[in-house]
């Protein structure tokens, strides 16, 4: 069978062994999950295993009692010859196997198809791109196509399969239709919904999924796994929905608010906020489109801009019930906020959550906060009280990385959470710079696909789901391939925008006198960085400076303007402003600093002309600051210094 993911390959083989199974109740279906770390060995076990259990089917059943042993996805590993001898020949490893045993072999494979030039190229621009470029990385199919530009990361079909083959083909939007359909009636069963509710719920995912899989400026494939993705959210935020969305209504403006909307609608909008909205990069189209899916009873009086606010509150909510130090200078912007909720979230439902962003974009803050805020009945807040516990393990990738040390933290994280309530706990696996092993000649990520489908199998496990499936969140600067980002929900976080970096900078140092005396250099510290980095871009040049800089001058202004109990002068300005942007080349950087602060009122400018301090006098301010901090235990001014 030959068809695009999760187009229902897999639900029509379950099915048909269920119709085959005649009442007895036997287990004749024994799937195999085939990656990209599968070897020949690994086959050939399964088969003798389903040879095996088909013997065991014809004494207890009868010789006409079938037993299907089903590949799924079998050219994603090299292994696929393995496959093929018994799917052609019916033997393995030259050894015949008995025709009258009741075993039938079936295989599901992925279609190859390249991505067009359009998307590639917003492959590449996610993050930082990819670490190896195309003309360098050796992960190739037949020595030329870089298998990241694959749809899929298929291995060619051996010839003798190709007759055999037969075009599953992909759902027409009358079909997935139904599907949907069925899937919202199977999972709000318990729910007591309308059938006008119903019916809203089947238009937003109907629509949902046409919009995604013809806008090709996004970098996400939509399948049937993304409408079972909405349902399992939908329920999280339904059981909660009393307090939830009250709290929601103190964050919403009077003016912003959908009188008309019921608590389905509302509800329904949180679901597809997380599984779509979330994934995308530019999102008002999105929501233009989903909008008009809600009329009558679930009517938007803001249309779009009701959907925004729905989100945008029950973002702020859940940020809001985490307690921070007092005097943190945490900014809470847009992109700490969704990665707080989207990780929270995903965390709870033990959905894979792939968070892909330039340095800087509040990935690994977002991490440590939600570690300290989702200790179950341990919390701080009655909020999370109500949710799982969760433990993290974290690994950090590397260019180096095995494929064993990343099945070894999901082993530990397994056995972590095994004999606990899967109710109240849940281990998370973390991988950090997962993209600096994308493309390691090990391709230690071969073995995540089946690992963030069906969980680590132990060797002695019972076979339920939340026992084996941990949480994942994988954080990386660089691109990832499609292919694994599809098993999940991915968060791609974009470059601020002037707006956004205002409020960044205003968030950081909002504190009390503080921050006031600080507000007239906000502007034009955000405008300069902003014109910065834009040069950068324009000049094709590396990101030889990023956010991280510009917080990190916020910061130690902010530290400074606090310690001093006063307005800084020029000159300090610029010593801050040459510590965390010197090393320019051309000194452009600087200067680009020095005319945006010419125009702020009642600067000090008495040391304009005073000659910045040398590269030496840096270097040691810098490492003096860091030893002192280290004795008072205060937060450090200094940076970590890389001298070339």
Known sequence: LMGETGCGKTKLVEFLCQLMDGGYKGENMMLVKVHGGVTIGDITNRIQQAEILAKKNTNLYGSDYYTVLFFDEANTTEAIYAIKEVVCDFSVNGRKLDRGSGLKVIAACNPYRQHDAQMISKLENLGLGYRVKDTETKDRLDSNIPMRHLVYRVNPLPPSLLPLVWDFGQLSAEVENKYIKQIVIRSTAGLELSS??????????????????????????VSLRDVERVMQVLHFFYERKERLLSNMNQKIPEEERSAEANDLARILILAIGVCYHSSLEKREDYRKAVATAFQGAHKLSNGQRSIDSEIAACQQVFLDNIEFDAGSNIAKNEALTENVFMMIVCIELR???????????????????????MQGECSKNQFFKDLKQSHMLSFQCSPHTHAEGILSIFRQATLYQRGKDPSKFVSVVVLDEIGLAEDSTKMPLKALHPLLEEGYQLDDSANDGDTMRVGFVGISNWALD??????????????PDANELEMSARGICHTSDNGKSLAKLIKPLSDAYQSIYESQLEKNESEFFGLRDFYSLLKMLYRQCRRERRSLRYDEILRAITRNFGGSPSGAVIEEFKSRLSLVEDLEFDQRD???????????????????????????????????
């Open 196 to 221: 006008c509710d119903i019916g809203l719920i089947c238009n937003v995912l109907a629509i949902s999924q046409e919009f995604l899989r013809k806008n090709r400026e996004q970098c996400i494939f």
């Open 610 to 644: 005073t000659d910045p301090a040398d590269v030496i006098e840096l270097i040691r301010e810098n490492l003096a600051e860091g030893a002192q901090n280290a004795i008072s235990r205060d937060e450090s001014e200094s940076r970590y210094l890389l001298l070339l």
């Open 482 to 495: 499609p292919a694994k980002m599809n098993r999940g929900i991915l968060v791609s976080r974009v470059i």
């Open 351 to 373: 959905i894979p959550l792939f968070l892909v962003g330039k340095p800087g974009s509040s990935k690994s803050l977002a991490k440590t906060i939600v570690i300290d805020a």
